[in-house]
């Protein structure tokens, strides 16, 4: 099997009305995918099939692929999680969807790229570089829902304005 490349990053596009009505204190965090979800996904971002995904996540020790991919796994499933909790926030607050969707958008990117330099300075463009990129995205992404979870009205949105 010949060793893909990867887009690890990416939030579907969010949008809605402006952020103004506060709404009830709700701090509920979302939660967890099913290992299904993750796998399907896990195929859908690699291009690879299930079977070829769930056979490279056997054995994490195996090789660099098997580390990377197991590291994959953690930060689809990170990001998935934070699609939930993007999503029960939008429920939530449904005047803050626009601005949500808009400053999630631009953490994802500021997480990729804070990422990609991170992994080039820690172990340069060699085989370690996507598994160390995908463990620091899932570690920001955890962060990122800790912080989601913590919003409670459209001005608390500034709380994510950090990663």
């Known amino acids: 099997m010949s060793r893909p490349s990867?887009?690890?990053?990416?939030?579907?596009?969010?949008?809605?009305?402006?952020?103004?009505?506060?709404?009830?204190?709700?701090?509920?965090v979302a939660a967890k995918p099913n290992p299904q979800e993750v796998l399907s996904e896990m195929a859908r971002r690699s291009g690879l099939s299930e079977a070829?995904?769930?056979?490279?996540?056997?054995?994490?020790?195996?090789?660099?692929?098997?580390?990377?991919?197991?590291?994959?796994?953690?930060?689809v499933a990170r990001d998935l999680q934070l699609e939930h909790a993007a999503a029960e926030k939008e429920e939530q607050l449904p005047s803050c969807k626009a601005e949500l969707g808009r400053r999630l958008a631009e953490l994802a990117r500021a997480r990729d790229e804070k990422c990609r330099a991170a992994a080039e300075e820690e172990v340069g463009e060699g085989s370690m570089n996507l598994?160390?990129?995908?463990?620091?995205?899932?570690?920001?992404?955890e962060r990122l829902i800790e912080r989601l979870g913590r919003v409670t009205v459209c001005s608390d949105l500034s709380r994510l304005s950090e990663l």
């Open 6 to 28: 990867f887009v690890l990053f990416g939030l579907a596009g969010l949008s809605a009305v402006a952020c103004t009505t506060p709404q009830p204190r709700q701090t509920s």
């Open 52 to 75: 070829d995904v769930r056979h490279l996540l056997e054995n994490c020790n195996l090789n660099q692929q098997t580390l990377y991919f197991c590291a994959f796994r953690d930060f």
């Open 131 to 141: 598994q160390t990129r995908a463990l620091c995205a899932s570690s920001t992404t």
